[in-house]
């Protein structure tokens, strides 16, 4: 992954993306949490359990795209500068199975209206990691229109 | 979308896909019903709700995704044989707002061990509806490995 | 495919897509030409030969690709507005084998700032046709800058 | 990008995926050739000229994503099973301006049956590079299947 170094524009980066994610009723639903957020990087959790699950047990693929989708491009947005999911692509390369499934979004294109983040997501168990997806999504910048600006 | 026609293997096919989505914890958390199902093609129903929301109000695109990944493809394959999602792509055309978010799934190209599925997502208002998502999706037949059957 | 009827912002849309079409090396080289153009569709034909191959005899998933990008959203900007593919998805459902490949490209939703186009890709042999890839792009809409005006 | 270390399965896999190579005719067509060949692991380097161009003279989204496609996979197959690309998707993030394309495919996942691979394109001028495109590719292996063999 070839990762832009930017700085953010936004010096309450931090607390805005916390403030974001609080409003999303999906989230909560879910139960997934923020592990870590820098720069163009966020990091989700999701413990595993059977609430999430598809039909054979493992986690949903819409629960681990949901906590993959490029939330780390809000973290580098202007104030009042909103983001909203355009497009993204998932390769589920082996079952979501484990204690917890973490996704680690990383932006790595800033555009004037586009950013592209990329995102690895793994389940763990036991403490050991595995591969089990990536996603990459294109955001579309969106500067306080229709009252969006987060 | 050019749908290929294709006759069920499994006659049971209905009672099938209901049983497999009723296994889904992830459907009965955010909410979402079975429309219809016939061979090939298969709706899914999610009521709008805060319960499922991204932070600007809307579906989130994960639980829209959710809805949409290729169901469909149960369908079509023999009895005990099931599928697993390996990979989707989603457009996110506009805002998921309304009443109700119907995904509408249907196989487009059967294969040995791919099958191929396009899904329409539509918000509905007051009677009317609007797309609000296109996604591709490829599903991988599983034969009776590792007890997957559906 | 919920094409989205539209009518065309350039009364001259169809000189302008034949023009810009014929600025692209690619096309000359690989041997494309235009079937077909209508506000928000673009029918573009390949005729298969060696040289456009990859290892198998195959016509190329890049140059099926090629022509399947989304160029009918030209068909539908305003003039001197140009676009830029930013992002494209293809499942290549079957080998493309024939005589011929036919992609047939419409605008499935027009934005602001985004058209979503989808496109079916055929393999046409002895007057048969058969499907060998569903195409589904983002174009970025580009108002006279850096020169770009198609 | 995570990429799984891999042995390679076939001692010969420079020379295949040379010989394999150098039966794409469109590679030739495009004027491509292989930068670097190791186990999982494929660069592809292509001058860009007018005879690969889109209408703005950048070189064209086909060009890019047909150096691009999953290529390194071959170099992780046992000998007879060769390779097809099922589906793929690109993130085109800056025109692809330059005096040198250059695709960096990597295996980050192989299955029994399905690798996926991940690509970075850069352009290429005097001796600066620049991220053009992110491409995430599926190969499907084919064992012997109707001649295919690399």
Known sequence: MAVTATAPKD????TRVEASFAKQGLMRTLGAYILRISPGAVDIALPA???????????????VAAIATG??????MPARVGVLTTEFKINLVAPAIGERIVAR????KTGRTLTVTQTEV?????????LVALLTATMM???DRDGITD
Chains 1, 2, 3, 4 share one sequence.
């Open 105 to 108: 979004g990383r932006v790595v």
């Open 11 to 14: 010096p309450a980066f931090q």
């Open 71 to 76: 939330y780390a491009a809000l973290s580098l």
């Open 141 to 143: 910048a969106i500067e």
């Open 122 to 130: 793994v389940a763990e168990t036991a403490g050991e990691e595995k």
């Open 49 to 63: 359990n059977p609430s999430i699950s598809q039909q054979h047990g493992f986690v949903h693929a819409g629960a």
